[in-house]
């Protein structure tokens, strides 16, 4: 596809061609070579523009000019000021753990890089958005006590949809930020993935993580089983960083009626994380269901009980979030968190500016520089519109989330599933089935994975016309998804409480189910044979990060690689052509690794051939280049 041939050259065919044509492009004669980045992303250009980006309406109408505000180039870091990170580096976790007692105003953590675009528009945002304003986040925001830039689902998102290497998100920010806490989401025995790991491959991943660059690990279970726990805690500690353990809040501690998750189940679920080594705990409030008086009587209770810092984790997808903070600061919390306004509110966290102002007059309202902190905003509002497609289709305040429980992150997602299942105008039913799924399960505490399970389950009996009562009645004909009957297995561990006995045994249909954590069962990953499997595959020897990424998502890894193969460093381009291509007459700079620019402009799109093939005429830094697409419509 990348042959320079000069019969396919648009003046040479046009028939107008000079007698000199032939001589003065001696260059159309030569054979590039497709191994060539630039090469390579001009093929992604040209198949994107053709085709669109998978997953996007390709008909909608497009923003094509990147016109991000540059980052303030003005913004420098206190030169007396300690930061967080600072202080880790100098005195360990412990450290920071005492620095954190001897603070007397609230400290925030901004999500912008992790949970807010996970939460707003499906894990999308690209590493090329974060990288450009990362130094100026560190600046303008030293006070912060982390941002959370990494973890969660943006580890196999950034393969599976991004062509990137995750790996690498973390070490451009690390070395952009320096002197911040980078912080991530760890979903315990589940690790970034959605199922069980064996505890060496946690190990082994903990350890990578921190080397690339982590500080803080904030670690939960998705049926708060604290055995699902344990190993994640203290291979972080062995690398000495912060042990971050979360607490899933669900429920209303306020609502007598509702025992299984009241005010003593957290404080005792705390106590028992202290012990198990937590540094800080986190109360993971997914959903949004903390109700200001709870958070103030939660936090106090917390207070009372456990002597470590609290971290308090909000979404603001029931509209509560702000008061929610203003009373937890009022009952003593450490850290919030909190997203650049640009991405926040509704499934996403309360915005940064907006706490601040509230907490006017509070004697514990934090340091934040507001017109630095408005600079990153600016950038961030001028980013966002990139990723719009992909934005949830509720962007409102959801007050019916306090019944239904379903984590912001997981909003969007579903709507998104339930779309491709045809499902889209039944999305009321939807959030109907998803609690009467989650009392069938036993009032289960719901977040990735365990939230995956009560919308795979709620999906399937929209889809199929269950009800329990029917569930109960035919299950033994009925084929359950397969991570329901993972799920009753005890793959995810154990649910407070238990499983539903009946339930269990219909959907098992004669399948043993364990009650030990499932990687006290599973044999340890042969890290040097999963090695030797890999450099085959990919004819070369990989990094431990490549081996361990191999071992979590075998196929989304490898999908990735030949993605690489064939589209190059795709990360270099802008994000409206990585998402929309080119149009005619449109001029791009791609800045190459190497400090050199490469201007593609794209001439002309040629009508498909009999098979269907478009060739698409580009001039490249002066040489007219051409690609063959196959157009798939
Ligand atoms: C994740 O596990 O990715 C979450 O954000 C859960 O809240
Ligand atoms: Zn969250």
Do not use: C
């Not at 041939?5 to 065919?13: G, L, Q, Y």
């Not at 006590?145 to 580890?155: D, I, L, N, V, Y």
């Not at 019944?403 to 599933?417: A, F, I, K, R, T």
Request: proline share 6%.
């Amino acid at each position: 596809p990348f042959l320079k041939n000069v019969f396919a050259h648009p003046t040479f065919r046009s028939a107008s061609a000079p007698t000199t044509f032939v001589d003065k492009h001696t260059e159309l004669f030569e054979i590039l070579p497709d191994k060539d980045p630039e090469r390579k992303v001009l093929r992604y250009v040209a198949e994107t523009t053709v085709n669109g980006f998978p997953g996007l309406d390709h008909n909608r109408p497009r923003i094509y000019t990147a016109n991000t505000i540059e980052p303030a180039k003005d913004i420098v870091l206190p030169s007396d000021l300690v930061t967080a990170k600072d202080v880790l580096d100098s005195k360990g976790p412990r450290g920071v753990v005492d620095w954190l007692k001897q603070q007397d105003k609230v400290l925030l953590t901004d999500t912008t890089m992790r949970d807010a675009h996970q939460s707003l528009f499906a894990t999308r945002l690209r590493t090329k958005d974060m990288a450009a304003i990362a130094t100026d986040v560190q600046n303008a925001l030293p006070n912060l006590f982390s941002s959370e830039m990494w973890g969660g689902a943006t580890f196999d998102t950034a393969y599976r949809f991004l062509g990137e290497d995750p790996w690498e998100r973390l070490r451009i920010l690390r070395e952009k930020m320096p002197r911040t806490l980078t912080q991530m989401l760890f979903r315990g025995s589940n690790a970034v993935g959605y199922q069980n790991y064996p505890d060496n491959v946690l190990q082994e991943f903990i350890k990578l993580a921190a080397t690339n660059g982590m500080d803080v690990f904030r670690i939960f279970d998705s049926l708060n089983w604290l055995p699902q726990m344990e190993k994640s805690i203290q291979y972080v500690r062995d690398n000495n960083k912060l042990a971050e353990v979360a607490m899933a809040y669900t429920g209303d501690i306020l609502d007598t009626s509702r025992t299984k998750y009241n005010l003593k189940y957290y404080t005792d679920f705390a106590q028992e994380l202290v012990d198990a080594g937590a540094h800080i705990i986190a109360i993971k409030d997914m959903a949004g269901l903390l109700k200001p008086e709870a958070a103030y009587q939660l936090v106090s209770a917390l207070k009372d009980t456990v002597d470590v810092p609290i971290h308090l984790h909000t979404h603001d997808t029931t509209g509560n979030g702000v008061y929610t903070y203003a009373r937890a600061v009022d009952a003593g919390v450490d850290i919030i968190d909190v997203a650049m306004s640009a991405f926040s509110g509704a499934t996403s966290q309360p915005s940064m500016g907006a706490v601040y102002y509230s907490l006017s007059g509070n004697k514990r309202q934090p340091e934040v520089n507001v017109d630095a902190a408005n600079k990153i905003n600016d950038y961030w509002t001028s980013v966002r519109p990139y990723y719009r497609d992909f934005a949830s289709a509720t962007s409102s305040t959801q007050t019916d989330i306090f019944e239904v429980e379903m984590p912001g992150g997981q909003y969007s997602n579903l709507q998104q599933q339930a779309q491709a299942l045809r499902l889209g105008d039944r999305w009321s039913d939807i959030k109907k089935m998803y609690v009467t799924v989650n009392k069938m399960f036993g009032d289960i505490i719901k977040v990735t994975p365990s939230s995956k399970v009560v919308g795979d389950m709620t999906l399937f009996m929209i889809q199929n016309d269950l009800t329990p009562e029917k569930v109960l009645a035919e299950g033994q004909t009925i084929d359950f998804p397969q991570s329901v009957v993972d799920f009753f297995a005890g793959d995810l561990g154990q649910p407070v409480g238990g499983f539903p006995k009946e339930l269990q045994s219909v959907v098992l249909k004669g399948r043993k189910s364990i009650t030990v954590r499932p990687g006290a069962l599973s044999e340890p990953v042969d890290f040097a044979q999963q090695e030797a499997t890999l450099a085959r595959k990919l004819k070369r020897q990989p990094t431990p990060e490549e081996v361990i990424s191999y071992i979590l998502y075998p196929k989304v890894f490898l999908d990735y690689v030949a993605k690489f193969d064939n589209f190059g460093p795709m990360t270099l381009l802008d994000t409206p052509t990585f998402f929309q291509g080119m149009r005619i007459g449109e001029r791009v700079d791609v800045q190459l690794g190497t400090g050199k620019t490469a201007i593609f402009q794209l001439e002309e799109i040629g009508e498909p051939s009999a098979k269907g093939i478009r060739t698409l005429y580009f001039d490249v830094n002066g040489t007219p280049l051409e690609v063959d697409v196959q157009d798939a419509s």
